[in-house]
Structure formats: C-alpha cells, structure tokens
C-alpha cells in the first residue's frame, strides 16, 4: 500500500497533512522556507499525488516519505550545529 496524502491545511506556523492511512502529521513552515515566504493563496495552490504534494507556482515538491522521515527543505544547506 502507497502512503498518499489526502488532504493538505496550513495554520499560522505549520503545514498539516492528512494521510490516506489516516494518520496526521503537522511540521513547521520554517522547515519549507519557499512555503513559509509565500502568500496564503500560494500556499493553497498545491496538487497531490500518489506520492506527495506539489506547489507549481512556487517550484516545491514535498515527499510524504520525506515529512515521516522528519525532513526539511533538502535544497538548504544543512546548518551546522555550534
């Protein structure tokens, strides 16, 4: 069985998603700096697939395999750790 999302929703801080194994997983806008920075209307212009979530107009794409690995943004240079 394909783990897919089903249904996408924002709060002030997070980005929500519901899997169609009915499990819910919220994680911080700040990990997805382009999300984070975008308009509430941009945010909402997404697509789901199979596999995760696409936003066109913003040039991001989120695995559902990536957010229950607990990844962010993979385009950023990791932070080092002081």
Same mark, same amino acid.
């Given at each position: 069985?394909?783990?897919?999302?089903?249904?996408?929703?924002?709060?002030?801080?997070?980005? !929500?998603? &519901? %899997?169609?194994?009915?499990?819910?997983?919220?994680?911080? =806008? /700040?990990?997805?700096?382009?999300?984070?920075? $975008?308009?509430?209307?941009?945010?909402?212009?997404?697509?789901?697939?199979?596999?995760?979530?696409? !936003?066109? &107009? %913003?040039?991001?794409?989120?695995?559902?395999?990536?957010? =229950? /690995?607990?990844?962010?943004?993979?385009?950023? $240079?990791?932070?080092?750790?002081?």
């Amino acid at each position: 069985m394909t783990i897919s999302p089903k249904k996408v929703w924002f709060d002030e801080d997070s980005l !929500w998603v &519901e %899997l169609n194994d009915a499990r819910i997983l919220g994680v911080p =806008l /700040a990990w997805f700096p382009r999300l984070l920075n $975008a308009s509430p209307t941009q945010r909402e212009t997404f697509e789901l697939s199979p596999f995760g979530i696409h !936003w066109d &107009e %913003l040039d991001e794409d989120i695995s559902v395999q990536g957010l =229950l /690995a607990g990844n962010g943004d993979m385009t950023q $240079a990791p932070r080092k750790v002081a």
